[in-house]
């Protein structure tokens, strides 16, 4: 609750008042504006971000703290669930104490502290409450005051929270306001107002009687009677003296009331006042109340206006209470209280309000989770409110996910309960549903389900508190039936015969096999009936072997079972041949041990031709492409046939071929070769060196690596398989010229000459840049020349070497230095300044002195090129600078400096348009303080700045235009005074 400000009694007449009021007015403005540029030139405030937030004290007591939202920013956590948002918060942080219980209160209301005070209370604020960390901050409960038409501003009250946990507060405007100030606090409520009532009720209760809750007590019930010494017009104030009246008639005066009792924190007092006299419709109190008659807690509403009826004024103890205290709120408005009467306790008179409240009856049925119940007592205008939170519980047995089809036997998963109120007291399942059912312990919102096997149906069951239990949805598990697989079909049969393999599957088509004939895995998919046949051509006894089985919906089985088919081949004639061979060509051998037989093609990348040659036994075989081929040897003999087989691979023959120059310039060759997949071999046949092979791109291009230049031998030979050839090349590594020479030369005149150390066929001297044109002079060796330049300066020059290919090149200053300059720099002018730098020029390798020739100065450093010059006296002062060089060059330079007198304008006219508007003396801005004395024609005084900054626009004192007319003007600067006349034209 906020404090209330303590006031003293004034005792001093009214024309006292009045004349403090004159003083006090003088210095408003001074005041206004020293207060907003406080208030501009505030920072940040620290609490702007939710990690930075301010701990709160949690007490029993609301302890407010002051705080602001000036300058804070928008957080950016989100916006707000109530009211609207200004775009302005800040925060803070609470502990929930030991009773799980909290209530966060705002207060705002205009400071009454001083008649210059501005009201820069927060009027539209809003408080929404989080839980969770800085970071990851979720909403716990929002409220605003309506813009400040909430009796108690914006409260938010916590119940059954964990103990320890911190919650996180945002304070913001709701409006965009200009003066954002408030008060907050943070305590722990107990038990509240209203003793018995429950904080946690069941949704199933039904109606419950509010009124029955509230314990009517009545104390009390006494009469203070203050004697009354009537004044028609009471001018003081004397509390409740013995044998005089009780008054209050001035702003801010107060009256103390003693109860005799001592009324308990949340009790309400019904107080009765008789008034004999009041000022009707401007006398108002505001009531505050105390437990030691010292410290007052101002109550958080006012009374209406107080008329001659008695009428009562109701007041929650919000902490134990024993005084009253009536404060006065108007000025030059009063009445004499006659006598006061007071009950406090309980009265079932009130009106309840709230969310599913009817008359005094709430029907929790209708709601859900923290409802407020505000419990209303007195008129309209002066209602006190009690505001209560109830926790309705509602068993809600949440959903579970949606129906499940899995395979027999399948591994173990979870069902998952959400969307579900209080705590899961037991799952329960059923094979019949729930004709009968099995109750599962498991409290926990998953139940593990491990390897089905018959369909099962599943539910929950729930219950918050001691609330009726609820049940969640009903889901089923369905289960495939379990996938089986047997394969059968084993026989004997020749070489070249087929063979029909039977397959027998259960469970729910189609099917997917997967089966192994020796190493190789083949996949059968989409099989629809069962059984299946599977037919295979065996060239030799081969085993059949199940691998895996599953059907559609991904159920699988095991599967071991397998068959073999003999194969009877008919001679031991028959052959199997693996070759690589380099062309497209080759001789096949005829294997015939009985019967005629041919060869065929079974597979391979092209085509292939066969010619028999019937002498030798042998056909060849020709392939229009190059790759992997299989051939069958059939050979007939009785009842089964003869075979053999040739896998043969025709490899391309390699045709290597590069691309290069025969001269390289160092020591890096790089090689081009046509593309091709073939692997690539570098070798030196003749040279003396290492070689170093890099791959810039793959089977394109590469570069060679040689230590030493010199002519040389290289070889590259490609490989393919079976197949590879090679090709050989020269190649001449020249050497790199190497140029040494400095970077830097520097002479006095305009010839020079350099020396290069050059091992090079050829040199060569260019001129890059410089102020002039350059001669080159070769020497006949070439390795140093003679440069000879027309103007002085830095010049640039290039040294090129050549060997052959081979070419260097180095860049080098030369710089031809002229005889030494003296130069002192431009002449100056001053308006009524009497000091100044001089600006001369040094140049390098040499020093310079100053000599004053004419006029009146001070040099502070005679050596300096720009030394500080005082005492210049008024008109022309000439100073000449002298530059010597290694004793023996000297030059000179003369400038001059004039210092100008004040310039003084004769006529001023201030009609704002930017031309001779304002009475300027040209050069007092050189001096640091002028002062300005303007007299009218009569001699009076109109005008005085101590310290003028040219500004005057012909006005007086106090700001206003003066008639045009002659006046006179007395400067003072420096150590002189300047006076004379100015005229003021419109």
Not at 743 to 749: H, L
Not at 761 to 783: C, H, M, R, Y
Request: aromatic residues 10%.
């Amino acid at each position: 609750m906020p404090q209330l400000h303590s006031q003293r009694v004034v005792k001093t007449r009214v024309r006292f008042f009045s004349f403090l009021w004159l003083i006090l007015a003088g210095f408003w403005t001074q005041f206004a504006i020293a207060n907003n540029n406080l208030l501009a030139s505030m920072s940040l405030i620290s609490n702007d971000a939710p990690c930075d937030a301010i701990l709160l004290s949690v007490g029993n007591t609301c302890n407010p703290v002051v705080s602001t939202t000036e300058n804070s920013t928008d957080s950016g956590v989100g916006d707000p669930e109530c009211d609207e948002y200004g775009k302005q918060d800040v925060w803070f942080k609470a502990v929930i104490p030991l009773s799980g219980s909290m209530v966060i209160e705002t207060i705002t209301e205009t400071d009454l502290g001083s008649v210059f005070q501005p009201d820069r209370w927060l009027n539209s604020l809003g408080l929404a409450v989080y839980n969770g960390s800085c970071y990851s901050l979720a909403s716990m409960a929002c409220t605003a005051n309506n813009n400040g038409k909430n009796p108690h501003d914006a409260m938010a009250y916590l119940f059954d929270e964990n103990p320890g946990d911190t919650i996180y507060i945002r304070v913001f405007d709701t409006k965009e306001g200009k003066f954002n100030r408030f008060s907050i606090c943070a305590y722990d409520p107990g038990n509240g107002f209203f003793e018995n009532f429950p904080k946690n009720i069941c949704s199933s209760e039904g109606p419950i009687d509010l009124n029955s809750k509230i314990q009517e007590s009545k104390h009390g019930n006494a009469d203070l009677v203050i004697s009354s010494n009537k004044a028609s017009t009471p001018n003081k104030i004397l509390g409740v003296p013995d044998g005089e009246y009780a008054g209050l008639y001035h702003y801010g005066e107060m009256l103390t009331v003693d109860l005799t009792d001592t009324i308990p924190k949340g009790e309400i007092i019904e107080l009765y006042f008789t008034t004999s006299y009041a000022t009707v419709g401007y006398s108002s109190i505001s009531l505050a109340t105390s437990l030691d008659n010292e410290t007052y807690t101002a109550l958080s509403y006012k009374p209406a206006s107080l008329t001659n009826a008695i009428k009562p004024v109701y007041i929650v103890a919000e902490n134990d209470t024993r005084y009253v205290k009536l404060i006065n709120e108007n000025n030059f408005a009063g009445f004499i209280v006659d006598a006061i009467q007071y009950h406090y306790g309980r009265s079932k008179a009130g009106v309840w309000s709230g969310p599913g409240v009817l008359d005094h009856v709430f029907y929790p049925e209708k709601q859900s989770g923290q409802i407020p119940i505000t419990y209303s007592v007195g008129t309209i205008s002066e209602k006190v409110d009690s505001t209560i939170y109830i926790n309705v519980l509602n068993s809600n047995g949440g959903k579970l996910s949606r129906d499940t089809t899995v395979c027999y036997g399948s591994a173990e998963f979870y069902l998952k309960l959400s969307d579900y109120s209080g705590e899961i007291i037991q799952w329960q399942s059923s094979q019949d549903d729930f004709l009968s059912y099995s109750d599962h312990r498991v409290t926990s919102d998953r139940f593990l389900i491990e390897k089905p096997t018959r369909a099962t149906s599943y539910r929950v069951i729930v219950q918050d508190g001691t609330c009726l239990q609820d049940t969640s949805n009903v889901v089923a598990v369905k289960v495939h039936q379990p996938v089986r697989a047997l394969l059968s079909g084993g026989t004997t049969l020749c070489e070249g015969e087929e063979a029909q393999l039977q397959l027998e599957l259960t469970g729910e088509a189609p099917w997917k096999v997967v089966y192994a004939q020796n190493s190789e895995m083949i996949s059968l998919d989409d099989i629809m009936n069962s059984p299946a046949t599977i037919q295979v051509t065996p060239l030799t006894t081969t085993t059949y072997q199940l691998v895996s089985v599953e059907n559609a919906y991904g159920c699988k089985a095991d599967a071991s079972s397998d068959v073999t088919v003999s194969v009877n081949a008919a001679s031991s004639s028959a052959m199997r041949l693996e070759q690589d061979v380099c062309g497209n060509k080759i001789d096949l051998s005829s294997p015939l041990s009985a019967g005629a037989g041919s060869w065929s093609m079974l597979l391979g990348t092209g085509m292939a031709e066969f010619r028999s040659d019937d002498i030798n036994l042998t056909t060849t075989v020709e392939v229009d492409a190059y790759g992997e081929y299989s051939f069958k040897w059939n050979e007939k003999d009785n009842e089964c046939a003869n075979v053999a087989y040739a896998h043969v691979s025709f490899v391309e023959m390699p045709q290597p071929t590069v691309a290069v120059d025969k001269e390289i310039c160092g020591l890096k060759a790089s090689l081009k070769i046509p593309q091709t997949s073939y692997d690539s071999y570098w070798s030196i046949l003749e040279g003396d060196s290492e070689l170093e092979v890099e791959t810039i791109s793959v089977n394109e291009e590469y570069l060679l690596k040689v230590s030493e230049p010199g002519d040389y031998k290289f070889q590259l030979l490609q490989v393919n398989g079976a197949c590879k050839d090679s090709v050989s090349f020269e190649l001449q590594f020249k050497e790199q010229p190497l140029i040494k020479v400095e970077e830097y030369y520097e002479t006095i005149g305009n010839q020079i000459e350099i020396v290069v150390n050059a091992i090079a066929e050829k040199i060569e001297w260019t001129l890059l840049s410089g102020l002039g044109e350059v001669d080159f002079i070769p020497a006949p060796e070439q390795n140093s020349t003679i440069l000879k330049s027309n103007e002085y300066g830095m010049y640039e020059v290039q040294i090129e070497a050549s060997n052959g290919l081979c070419t260097n090149r180095q860049i080098c200053e030369v710089y031809f230095k002229n005889a030494i300059r003296s130069n002192a720099g431009p002449d100056q002018i001053l308006d009524f300044a009497f000091e100044t730098n001089l600006e001369a020029i040094q140049p390098s390798e040499s020093k310079g002195t100053w000599s004053v020739i004419s006029g009146r100065a001070s040099l502070q450093d005679r050596n300096d090129p720009n030394t500080l010059v005082t005492n210049l006296s008024l008109g022309v002062n000439e100073f000449v600078w002298t530059v010597e060089r290694n004793g023996v060059e000297r030059l000179t330079d003369t400038v001059s400096v004039t210092v100008n007198d004040l310039l003084v304008p004769t006529v001023i006219t201030p009609n704002n348009d930017g031309v001779n508007d304002c009475l300027v003396f040209r050069g007092i801005e050189n001096h640091p303080l002028c002062s300005v004395i303007i007299y009218n024609r009569w001699g009076s005084e109109v005008y005085r700045s101590l310290d003028y900054k040219n500004e005057w626009q012909g006005t007086n004192q106090n700001g206003h235009s003066l008639l045009p007319d002659v006046y006179y003007y007395v400067l003072s600067i420096a150590e002189r005074v300047v006076n004379g006349f100015i005229e003021i034209r419109k």
